[in-house]
């Protein structure tokens, strides 16, 4: 079973339509939980963190946290086709701050 | 303020060379990492370093050697190249919050291709 599990799409949604994007994660002691957005040839960067089950907004982007079923969402609202890009999940767990990385969700927003 | 900064960006290797890969950071973070990035892959951490003279092995250290001898500076070092070790590799740098690493910030990556 992979530590970190993301479907690799492409998830195709329509332009202003919600964006729903889904990790789960093997590790019941992990703490931290963020969501990465890589467009293509480029370097990861932060969307969101989330370190408390519930939800929490920033903008269009809405994180969703579960840990009991262990597993972690991301809602982008109106979608552009900017946000067209690979959403990548990433799980902090273990004694010395382990990150993994899930392989990513390929999001297409069409115009 | 620079953030991570990584050189070469790109690089031809040929198997059986050896080279360096740079990567500083501004930050005064004390976690430092290396990933690299197979095509249509996420990232699997190579190795990291929670401090000036502290380096550990991650998920795919075989073929790799860290240093790390200033906050601001990791290097990784490859020798022996083979055509299993061409891929994007990045670095990139974190501090603590409240006993919990924070944020990751990258850099922008170095294309290595090994023929």
């Known amino acids: 079973q992979k530590e970190v599990e993301q479907n690799s799409g492409p998830l195709s949604v329509p332009e202003g339509a919600i964006a729903s994007l889904n990790c789960t994660y093997s590790?019941?002691?992990?703490?931290?939980f963020f969501w990465y957005r890589q467009y293509s040839g480029k370097s990861p960067e932060l969307i969101m963190s989330?370190?408390?089950?519930g939800d929490k907004e920033d903008g269009r982007f809405t994180a969703q946290l579960n840990k009991a079923s262990q597993y972690v969402s991301l809602l982008i609202r109106d979608s552009q086709p900017s946000d067209s890009a690979t959403y990548l999940c990433?799980?902090?767990?273990?004694?010395?701050?382990?990150?993994?990385f899930g392989t990513g969700t390929k999001l297409q927003v069409i115009p | 303020n620079a953030g991570v900064t990584q050189t070469p960006k790109f690089r031809i290797l040929k198997i059986g060379q050896s080279m360096t890969l740079q990567c500083t950071q501004d930050?005064?973070?004390?976690?430092m990492y290396w990933y690299r990035q197979d095509p249509g892959m996420g990232l699997k951490l190579i190795y990291y370093?929670?401090?000036?003279?502290?380096?550990d092995k991650g998920e795919v250290p075989n073929g790799y050697n860290v240093s790390r001898s200033t906050t601001e500076d990791f290097p990784l070092r490859l020798e022996l190249a083979a055509p299993s070790q061409t891929s994007v590799y990045f670095c990139?740098?974190?501090?603590?919050?409240?006993?919990?690493?924070?944020?990751?910030?990258f850099g922008p990556g170095t294309r290595l291709t090994v023929l």
């Open positions: 990139a740098s974190s501090s603590l919050a409240g006993g919990i690493t924070d944020t990751q910030y």
């Open positions: 590790d019941r002691v992990s703490q931290s």
């Open positions: 989330i370190y408390s089950n």
């Open positions: 990433a799980v902090i767990s273990g004694g010395y701050q382990k990150v993994t």
């Open positions: 930050m005064n973070h004390n976690y």
């Open positions: 370093s929670v401090g000036a003279g502290i380096t």
